[in-house]
């Protein structure tokens, strides 16, 4: 069974375009045509894959790439993949399909082996490893639903289930001190795309965290626990907040301003990067400065200046994991995921096509 579809896609499109109609076709989870009122149309050529297997790289805050591994390649499997990098930087979980299964593998860096992690038949996704890269806590849908479950990233005992919840799951992580165990629903399912939180030595359900009529995606915590980053479209687009966790009422900043998505921390705290959002505009990787010592009495933002650092890698965008990069440990490195030979031109097979006055086209051909 593939993994459930996740309907977190972005919009093609962005103001002054109003959009009021986007729809997914192909088994692709991002919209292949996008119309707005004023009748232009923006579609998508052919399957919108790309060619190749997919491999990992090194890249750095200047933009330098390099292959973690030549030679080694992976299939995600069908939907929206996904992998992290543990904490300590030395391994990554992949979710990856062999053989007809989708499984949690375990790679680890830069050319060490490739090895199962779960062996159920059913589909696991969203793998992220506990503060001490000691376990891996994933979503399956082995109990007929997406629910959280976690595995000694050794491979050694059983899966053990973390929480069991009425809605679809897409994602599970821990919080640093592993208090909490923060989850978010799929936009999909009851409630929307809502970040929710339980303590489990505590709480036998999962408290609405962040909960609104709008969507709230990507949760990421800082390395002191103390700030949530996330991506909501409350704007009618996809921007990068931060509040205070884990009382969230207390305060919220907008990061981006043009459109964000993918927040990650840096190690030391002091740093949190985004990738501006969305196409056909420039797409960024920027880095914000963070003032670490801002509390609750204090006035003003803990946000500081930003900085871009490069045009963020069209390969990454969407395609491969919902999170493009992860950071390792000096902060000086990231890891992402491309399809193989993507840094070229001809790893495409579609195109994306604006038609203009398309309403009135549309009339003369169908007039009724």
Same mark, same amino acid.
């Given at each position: 069974?593939?993994?459930?579809?996740?309907?977190?896609?972005?919009?093609?499109? =962005?103001?002054?375009?109003?959009?009021?109609?986007?729809?997914?076709?192909?088994?692709?989870?991002?919209?292949?045509?996008?119309?707005?009122?004023?009748?232009?149309?923006?579609?998508?050529?052919?399957?919108?894959?790309?060619?190749?297997?997919?491999?990992?790289?090194?890249?750095?805050?200047? +933009?330098?790439?390099?292959?973690?591994?030549?030679?080694?390649?992976?299939?995600?499997?069908?939907?929206? +993949?996904?992998?992290?990098?543990?904490?300590?930087?030395?391994?990554?979980?992949?979710?990856?399909?062999?053989?007809?299964?989708?499984?949690?593998?375990?790679?680890?860096?830069?050319?060490?082996?490739?090895?199962?992690?779960?062996?159920?038949?059913? /589909?696991?996704?969203?793998?992220?490893?506990?503060?001490?890269?000691?376990?891996?806590?994933?979503?399956? $849908?082995?109990?007929?639903?997406?629910?959280?479950?976690?595995?000694?990233?050794?491979?050694?005992?059983?899966?053990?289930?973390?929480?069991?919840?009425?809605?679809?799951?897409?994602?599970?992580?821990? =919080?640093? /001190?592993?208090?909490?165990?923060?989850?978010?629903?799929?936009?999909?399912?009851? +409630?929307?795309?809502?970040?929710?939180?339980?303590?489990?030595?505590?709480?036998?359900?999962?408290?609405?965290?962040?909960?609104?009529?709008?969507?709230?995606?990507?949760?990421?915590?800082?390395?002191?626990?103390?700030?949530?980053?996330?991506?909501?479209?409350?704007?009618?687009?996809?921007?990068?907040?931060?509040?205070?966790?884990?009382?969230?009422?207390?305060?919220?900043?907008?990061?981006?301003?043009?459109?964000?998505?993918?927040?990650?921390?840096?190690?030391?705290?002091?740093?949190?990067?985004?990738?501006?959002?969305?196409?056909?505009?420039?797409?960024?990787?920027?880095?914000?400065?963070?003032?670490?010592?801002?509390?609750?009495?204090?006035?003003?933002?803990?946000?500081?200046?930003?900085?871009?650092?490069?045009?963020?890698?069209?390969? +990454?965008?969407?395609?491969?994991?919902?999170?493009?990069?992860?950071?390792?440990?000096?902060?000086?490195?990231?890891?992402?995921?491309?399809?193989?030979?993507?840094?070229?031109? $001809?790893?495409?097979? =579609?195109?994306?096509?604006?038609?203009?006055?398309?309403?009135?086209?549309?009339?003369?051909?169908?007039?009724?």
């Amino acid at each position: 069974m593939a993994a459930p579809f996740d309907a977190d896609a972005m919009e093609l499109t =962005s103001p002054p375009i109003p959009i009021v109609e986007e729809v997914a076709v192909n088994n692709s989870p991002y919209p292949l045509y996008t119309v707005s009122e004023s009748g232009e149309l923006l579609y998508q050529t052919g399957s919108g894959q790309r060619r190749g297997g997919n491999e990992f790289v090194w890249f750095t805050r200047s +933009g330098e790439v390099t292959l973690v591994d030549a030679g080694w390649t992976f299939d995600p499997g069908p939907g929206v +993949g996904s992998w992290s990098l543990s904490p300590d930087g030395t391994r990554m979980a992949v979710r990856a399909e062999i053989d007809g299964n989708v499984d949690i593998w375990i790679k680890e860096l830069d050319d060490g082996p490739f090895s199962r992690l779960t062996r159920d038949e059913a /589909d696991e996704w969203s793998p992220a490893w506990t503060p001490d890269s000691e376990w891996v806590t994933f979503i399956s $849908d082995r109990g007929g639903n997406g629910d959280v479950w976690t595995k000694r990233a050794d491979g050694t005992g059983e899966a053990e289930l973390l929480y069991d919840d009425d809605a679809l799951l897409q994602e599970a992580f821990w =919080s640093p /001190d592993e208090e909490w165990l923060l989850v978010r629903r799929s936009s999909g399912g009851d +409630g929307g795309g809502d970040i929710l939180a339980l303590r489990p030595s505590e709480d036998s359900v999962a408290l609405p965290l962040l909960a609104e009529e709008y969507d709230e995606f990507e949760p990421a915590l800082s390395p002191d626990g103390r700030w949530l980053a996330y991506i909501s479209n409350e704007t009618s687009r996809y921007e990068v907040y931060v509040r205070p966790f884990p009382d969230v009422e207390s305060g919220k900043w907008l990061v981006s301003t043009d459109g964000g998505i993918m927040p990650a921390w840096a190690h030391s705290g002091s740093e949190l990067f985004f990738v501006s959002w969305p196409p056909p505009t420039r797409v960024d990787f920027i880095a914000v400065e963070f003032d670490t010592e801002f509390g609750p009495n204090s006035s003003g933002s803990p946000l500081g200046e930003k900085e871009t650092l490069y045009p963020a890698p069209p390969w +990454g965008l969407g395609n491969v994991a919902r999170t493009l990069y992860g950071v390792t440990p000096d902060d000086q490195r990231f890891l992402a995921a491309r399809v193989q030979g993507s840094a070229g031109d $001809d790893t495409f097979v =579609s195109e994306l096509i604006l038609v203009q006055n398309w309403f009135e086209e549309l009339k003369e051909r169908v007039p009724n």
